[in-house]
């Protein structure tokens, strides 16, 4: 038997799709491990500020601002002080992208990864409500 393109067992909706991840996800330890990723993260931020510093500074000029387009072998050539500046410049590029970093704090921009693991996070923590009282 052929499946029909539309065939919600073939090709389940986007949001039944969604659901089911949700579903299937581990949330046992969530809460610690989302508070601990980006408590480290923002550790990094605050580690990495000097170099950072060096590399908005000096070397985006030189490399760029897109971090992906950095060669292999331009990272070889760079000293351990640039690779440093580089990877201060990586941590503020994940901390975007998570959703996170204006610079003073981890609050989570609207719409943003951050904020949906963080919602997702809260209604799992909810008092699950029996309908067997």
Same mark, same amino acid.
């Given at each position: ?47 990495? #500020?000097?170099?950072?510093? &060096?590399? %908005?500074?000096?070397? $985006? ?8 387009? !950095? =060669? ?35 609050? #989570?921009?609207?719409?943003? &990864?951050? %904020?949906?693991?963080? $919602? ?8 699950? !409500? =029996?309908?067997?009282?």
């Amino acid at each position: 038997m052929t499946r029909h393109r539309d065939d919600p067992v073939e090709n389940p909706h986007p949001h039944d799709r969604v659901a089911n991840a949700v579903r299937r996800a581990d949330w046992t330890n969530a809460d610690v491990e989302l508070r601990g990723l980006e408590q480290f993260l923002w550790r990094a931020i605050e580690a990495s #500020a000097d170099a950072y510093d &060096l590399w %908005e500074g000096e070397l $985006e000029a030189r490399f760029g601002d897109d971090p992906a387009a !950095i =060669s292999s072998d331009d990272l070889v050539a760079m000293d351990p002080e640039m690779r440093l500046a580089y990877v201060g410049y990586l941590i503020r590029c994940v901390a975007i992208l998570y959703g996170v970093h204006d610079g003073r704090s981890l609050e #989570a921009r609207p719409g943003s &990864l951050a %904020e949906l693991l963080r $919602e997702l996070n809260d209604i799992h923590q909810l008092p699950v !409500i =029996s309908d067997r009282s």
